[in-house]
């Protein structure tokens, strides 16, 4: 597993290259950290890296498949995403990495977010969009239907399991990643896409969640993290490698995870 820790210092970037013994990675696996001055240049970054990975993907195979989360840190790479027409939206396919139990005019609806800030602003078909859809009676329902939905994708794109050439995700204080928290059932799921998910604490929402199997069949994968409250979990998730963490448990089996950190969650990671 190569790792790439590239601190960006204004217009200078350093690299450190350095061989991991770390077996909880399937061999092959690249990991790769990226610390930024400010929020500005990790988007700036990411736009890029969508833009390189669409590309590839439309090579390849011509579309591109990609899974996104909701929470306040992507948001800003949205706003930029909307404004780049020349990228191939008519032949990508969004997914949602999970999802509250909340209707879709909710504040808190992740697909309420991310059509808000992004896919209404972008030439992309209504076919090719798959919410987790809320209106079901129950999250156990809206889990099952969003199960079918990435089954008829898969039969569609002539895959037998899900594998997405980018999934976005992001990072809580606890350590969770998608709707995947300490401590839950869901991290143990092996047989379903998609699971319903009752987070811990009694004000938090029930949820939708992608499971691990799928994320970690993904052939990118992006964190993107800022704020100083994060900075001693991404040293646990990054550097410590706790297994008890969800997002530690984001292993890519045949692909890349790529950590965009801003200066501030960066700031405990050991730059040797």
Not at 154 to 161: K, L, M, N
């Amino acid at each position: 597993m190569l790792l790439l820790l590239n601190v960006r210092q204004g217009r200078k970037a350093i690299y450190k290259n350095t061989v991991s013994s770390n077996l909880n990675y399937m061999p092959g696996t690249i990991k790769e950290i990226h610390i930024f001055n400010n929020g500005h240049q990790l988007v700036d970054f990411a736009t890029r890296k969508w833009t390189e990975l669409a590309g590839a993907g439309m090579k390849t195979k011509g579309f591109f498949s990609v899974a996104l989360s909701g929470g306040k840190t992507p948001v800003a790479l949205y706003n930029r995403l909307s404004g780049e027409k020349a990228l191939p939206w008519p032949e990508t396919h969004v997914f949602m990495v999970d999802e509250r139990f909340v209707p879709y005019e909710s504040d808190e609806n992740n697909y309420h977010m991310i059509n808000r800030t992004l896919l209404s602003h972008v030439d992309i078909a209504t076919k090719n969009v798959h919410p987790i859809l809320t209106s079901e009676l129950s999250p156990k329902a809206a889990a099952e239907r969003y199960e079918q939905d990435l089954a008829a994708y898969c039969r569609t794109v002539g895959a037998r399991f899900p594998r997405f050439d980018l999934i976005l995700l992001g990072i809580g204080e606890d350590g969770h990643t998608a709707s995947l928290f300490p401590g839950t059932a869901s991290l143990k799921e092996t047989r379903c896409w998609a699971v319903s998910v009752c987070p811990p604490g009694p004000s938090k929402r029930a949820r939708i969640t992608l499971t691990f199997p799928v994320i970690n069949n993904a052939e990118n994968i992006i964190f993107m993290v800022e704020g100083e409250k994060k900075a001693g979990i991404m040293k646990e998730v990054i550097q410590d490698e706790s297994n008890s963490l969800p997002a530690a448990m984001v292993r890519p089996l045949r692909g890349k995870i790529i950590f965009l950190l801003d200066e501030r969650a960066g700031c405990l990671l050991s730059k040797k």
